[in-house]
């Protein structure tokens, strides 16, 4: 049974398709609901629906399309082989983004982004084949020659460096598109993925400013709900356009 407020929705809005499953879907996770209008970026002005206890919700047909369009751009990132690097680091997004990327294999900062990992690839990929070099040889027994102190330190090492790069060690060339939720957080991953010309899909809530985003989605960025929801959609289109890896272009 439907709630007195989305009928109010569908109500104010005579288009929407009631039998819709993606909205019932995004509603339910509480994708409509944005900050207050005080917080709001000029930029999201357009893709708000109205008001509801001060607080503003978006418009999920428009969510909805801007998800589409992420969708069949991700499809075809994977479809040429490339990865996309899953982004997240506030506590509602960090295992949603971490379990997504895992599951297609892709490379995740669920924490920290470390500043350089784009912009200055090269010398970040130096630390990851270190991180890589000494997890193999400790794994293979080659530290053995080393003393006990010696090997503490290494040990040490080896988690620092697991922290900092641990999700990346995968990404041995820059990705074909960046996954981010809240892009305002992560303002430095939007900034540097720009510079090197990386397309940056990301989940937006309405204090992000959505113009220097490629592939927009402007929903709720702050419930792990609908951060879970989104996060897994971008993943199953990966796994979508995987499969096409290998496959004949239609003429």
């Not at 969708?71 to 295992?95: C, D, I, L």
Request: positive net charge.
């Amino acid at each position: 049974m439907i709630s007195p407020y989305a009928k109010l929705l569908l109500l104010m809005s005579a288009k929407t398709d009631t039998k819709n499953p993606v909205l019932d879907a995004m509603y339910n996770v509480g994708a409509h609901y944005g900050f207050v209008k005080s917080r709001r970026h000029p930029t999201v002005k357009p893709f708000i629906f109205g008001t509801k206890n001060k607080v503003e919700i978006f418009d999920l047909e428009k969510t909805e399309a801007q998800l589409e369009k992420a969708v069949e751009f991700v499809k075809k990132v994977a479809s040429t082989g490339k990865q996309v690097v899953f982004v997240g680091s506030k506590s509602e997004a960090r295992q949603a983004v971490k379990e997504a990327a895992e599951r297609m294999g892709q490379p995740n900062v669920p924490g920290r982004w470390i500043g350089g990992t784009l912009t200055n690839f090269d010398n970040i990929r130096k630390r990851v084949e270190k991180l890589l070099d000494l997890s193999s040889k400790r794994e293979k027994g080659e530290l053995n020659m080393y003393t006990k102190k010696e090997r503490l330190m290494i040990d040490r090492e080896i988690e620092r460096l697991n922290g900092l790069f641990g999700g990346i060690t995968g990404m041995s060339t820059l990705p074909g598109a960046i996954f981010v939720v809240d892009p305002k957080k992560e303002h430095i991953v939007v900034a540097e993925a720009h510079e090197r010309k990386v397309p940056v899909i990301a989940l937006a809530g309405s204090d992000c400013d959505v113009s220097v985003l490629t592939y927009p989605i402007i929903a709720n960025d702050s419930a792990m709900a609908s951060v879970s929801y989104f996060t897994d959609k971008i993943a199953d289109a990966y796994a979508e356009g995987k499969k096409l890896v290998g496959e004949p272009k239609k003429e």
